[in-house]
């Protein structure tokens, strides 16, 4: 598969997922990246405090990011709007959870990657160009940065 990896989160949207079994969260991410880092190969995403994920992410030593087929954009878009705080956001979709020894996937995913927890840091506001402060920082605390060493991919 022909990644560009400019366009895998920002364009076509990703899922992050974390959590167990028995309690998970899931939420649509535009922002990520895919690397190396420490000779590992890597990605990285991006969530704000204030999101419900946020909880499961700190919580868990594994992730997954899963990516999607065009046709579940609408799925992915109530995934990143609604919260599991408020509604069973997953009720509200046409996607199915799959669980795997670690992390959870969905069985219409394209493309899973497990992700162990291997470094996280808030982003500093002191650190960031004023304009990205006034826009995306000006109500809410900066997002968290949790970077996962590739553990499995799934196709």
């Not at 969905?106 to 006034?134: G, H, N, R, S």
Request: proline share 3%.
């Amino acid at each position: 598969m022909l990644v560009d990896p400019f366009k895998k989160f920002y364009k076509e949207w990703a899922l992050v997922t974390a959590g167990d079994k028995e309690d998970f969260n899931t939420m649509t991410v535009a922002w990520g990246a895919m690397g190396t880092l420490w000779s590992r190969d890597c990605v990285t995403v991006y969530v704000k405090p204030c999101r419900y994920t946020y909880k499961y992410l700190n919580a868990q030593d594994y992730f997954t990011v899963s990516f999607f087929d065009e046709k579940y954009r609408k799925d992915l878009s109530i995934l990143g709007t609604k919260s599991k705080r408020d509604v069973d956001k997953l009720a509200l979709v046409e996607l199915h959870p799959e669980f795997l020894e670690h992390g959870i996937t969905f069985k219409e995913a394209k493309c899973t990657i497990v992700l162990k927890k291997i470094y996280y840091q808030d982003l500093d506001l002191k650190m960031m160009p004023q304009e990205v402060i006034d826009h995306y920082y000006e109500v809410e605390a900066p997002h968290r940065m949790y970077i996962g060493q590739v553990v499995d991919i799934i196709e």
